[in-house]
């Protein structure tokens, strides 16, 4: 069995109704960290094995009758293999969008190739919650700390996200989030801070929990 640790991302701002609501995660305890896991892994699997879309199951944690948005990903080797998500809640609550958010990372990031049963226990999966995206000017965005918030890019109609810790130096977030976005080297963006409390599964056997 996969056991979990939990990275928390540290906060830069943010509204206060928003740092309140993400604050609810960062003190999770060891159960609802292990539920986190547990479902995304759940509703992952059953995707790329059988393309089943499972149902929450009864008895999760009051925090999941919450709304939130969320992100999937899966590393294999330190190396990403999918990431999908929302920056909005879309689901009627906080469970209901891990399994959405498990089955577009698992079946439908077009980056990347389909993932296959075989590599599964090859993969390390991450659950991130979203806050809202906060706005920010182009020069707040060259001095975030990548290890402590997140970046959205919008060019147009289209986001492109890179969430907390996926790097560690500030010009390569901005560059990932503007390819992600579409933008054109020089095209006119709009940047957003995001704060995110990032799931992270830990195959050496411990459950832990970092603040």
Same mark, same amino acid.
């Given at each position: 069995?996969?056991?979990?640790?939990?990275?928390?991302?540290?906060?830069?701002? !943010?509204? +206060?109704?928003?740092?309140?609501?993400?604050?609810?995660?960062?003190?999770?305890?060891?159960g609802?960290?292990?539920s986190?896991?547990?479902?995304?892994?759940?509703? $992952?699997?059953?995707? &790329? +094995?059988?393309?089943? &879309?499972?149902?929450?199951?009864?008895?999760?944690?009051?925090? %999941?009758?919450?709304r939130?948005?969320? %992100?999937?990903?899966?590393?294999?080797?330190?190396?990403?293999?999918?990431?999908? !998500?929302?920056?909005? @809640?879309?689901?009627?609550?906080?469970?209901? /969008?891990?399994?959405?958010?498990?089955?577009?990372?698992?079946g439908?990031?077009?980056?990347?190739? @389909?993932?296959?049963?075989?590599?599964?226990? !090859?993969?390390?999966?991450?659950?991130?919650?979203?806050?809202?995206?906060?706005?920010?000017t182009?020069?707040?965005?060259?001095?975030?700390? @990548? +290890?402590?918030? !997140?970046?959205?890019?919008? =060019?147009?109609?289209? =986001?492109? &996200?890179?969430?907390?810790? /996926? +790097?560690?130096?500030n010009?390569r977030?901005?560059?990932?989030?503007?390819?992600?976005?579409?933008? @054109?080297?020089?095209?006119?963006?709009e %940047? $957003?801070?995001?704060?995110?409390?990032? %799931?992270?599964?830990?195959r050496?056997?411990?459950?832990?929990?970092?603040?």
């Open positions: 069995m996969i056991l979990a640790s939990m990275i928390l991302a540290a906060v830069l701002g !943010g509204s +206060t109704g928003d740092s309140v609501e993400l604050d609810a995660w960062r003190t999770a305890d060891s609802v960290v292990r986190v896991l547990a479902l995304g892994r759940r509703a $992952f699997d059953a995707y &790329v +094995t059988k393309r089943d &879309v499972i149902d929450p199951p009864a008895g999760l944690p009051d925090l %999941f009758h919450r939130a948005a969320v %992100f999937v990903s899966a590393m294999r080797n330190g190396a990403p293999r999918c990431c999908m !998500g929302t920056l909005y @809640p879309t689901e009627p609550d906080a469970a209901h /969008e891990i399994v959405a958010s498990a089955i577009t990372a698992a439908r990031d077009r980056r990347f190739k @389909p993932i296959k049963g075989d590599e599964l226990k !090859g993969l390390t999966l991450i659950v991130s919650i979203v806050g809202s995206p906060q706005p920010i182009a020069e707040e965005a060259g001095h975030l700390d @990548p +290890t402590r918030s !997140g970046l959205a890019v919008r =060019y147009g109609y289209r =986001y492109g &996200v890179v969430l907390s810790c /996926e +790097t560690t130096r010009d977030m901005i560059s990932w989030a503007r390819i992600r976005a579409g933008a @054109p080297p020089t095209g006119r963006v %940047f $957003f801070r995001l704060q995110d409390v990032r %799931f992270v599964e830990d050496r056997g411990r459950d832990s929990a970092s603040r």
